[in-house]
């Protein structure tokens, strides 16, 4: 029998054939015995397996399942109850204690904890699928999620941070066909038209466009006051209140004022540089920015 996916993480291998719905288990050490009786079977093609500690994510075109044991004679199949298909193989990553892949409605975490589509809060099932998921392939680097898609025969390449420690979400304009991460000096290495790169690994930083998500207030208000803790100055920034746009310069750290005698309920704000940034914030007084 031909096995086109192996992990051999744990005492006995596991494998699934992309034509079956069948778990294979070898005798413990002994990668070429996978006697019937250790089979195990899902209820839908098995798309990709990933490890997690001593156990392993089955991803399949239908619902998600884990499967674990240290015995092959008593491997324990869990179904998880979250109908969510892998859409792409090449999407799944191993990030130690979980793994993420794409699916129809975003990415999905599985862990031994539960699984959950952790991008749900961050985009609607519709923009997920102009990132045209069954093309996604990924990478894990740095505790986050690097993915490549095409849309419309163009490459380009979105980040997801699950931590929430920097941007949870972020496009960028690189453009990568294959990645694989040394271990040996902590870099992930990329294929581009021009040859192989180390992604982050240049010396002058990229611009930005960064935008917040929308904040709607109760009832219609108003803000007076703006203030950018960054590493560089100055710093440009847009409010954007009820879709009208209007730009400030934070010269310093200190607060600024910012335009008034209008109100409105939904306000975005946005910032485009080179600068390293670490907070901005928006007040009704000079005295609620303090308290920030």
């Not at 195990?40 to 990709?48: A, F, L, M, Q």
């Not at 969510?84 to 699916?103: F, N, P």
Request: hydrophobic letters at 40%; one cysteine or more; proline letters at 5%.
């Amino acid at each position: 029998r031909r096995h086109t996916r192996c992990s051999r993480d744990w005492s006995s291998d596991v494998c699934s054939s992309d034509l079956t719905r069948t778990l294979c288990f070898s005798e413990a050490y002994m990668p070429h015995a996978y006697p019937t009786k250790y089979q195990v079977s899902v209820d839908y093609d098995v798309v990709g397996i990933a490890a997690m500690g001593q156990s392993a994510a089955v991803l399949t075109s239908g619902f998600p399942y884990i499967v674990s044991g240290i015995d092959p004679g008593s491997m324990m199949l869990t179904k998880l109850p979250l109908e969510q298909a892998c859409v792409s193989k090449r999407s799944i990553v191993e990030m130690g204690s979980g793994v993420i892949y794409a699916s129809p409605d975003g990415l999905v975490m599985v862990s031994p904890g539960g699984v959950d589509v952790v991008t749900k809060g961050i985009l609607k099932p519709d923009q997920w699928q102009a990132y045209n998921p069954s093309s996604i392939h990924a990478y894990w680097y740095e505790n986050r999620y690097h993915g490549f898609c095409t849309v419309g025969g163009v490459v380009k390449m979105f980040i997801f941070d699950p931590t929430g420690l920097t941007a949870t979400w972020c496009e960028t304009d690189l453009v990568g066909y294959a990645a694989h991460k040394i271990v040996q000096d902590d870099k992930l290495y990329f294929l581009t038209d021009s040859g192989i790169k180390s992604m982050f690994g240049g010396s002058t930083p990229l611009t930005y466009t960064w935008r917040s998500m929308v904040s709607q207030l109760p009832s219609p208000g108003t803000f007076a006051f703006g203030q950018v803790q960054a590493q560089s100055y100055p710093v440009t920034i847009s409010i954007i209140a009820d879709g009208v746009s209007q730009s400030y310069t934070a010269a310093d750290s200190g607060p600024f004022r910012l335009k008034s005698g209008f109100l409105a309920r939904e306000w975005v704000v946005e910032v485009s540089g080179t600068a390293v940034i670490n907070s901005i914030a928006i007040a009704q007084s000079a005295w609620e920015l303090k308290q920030v």
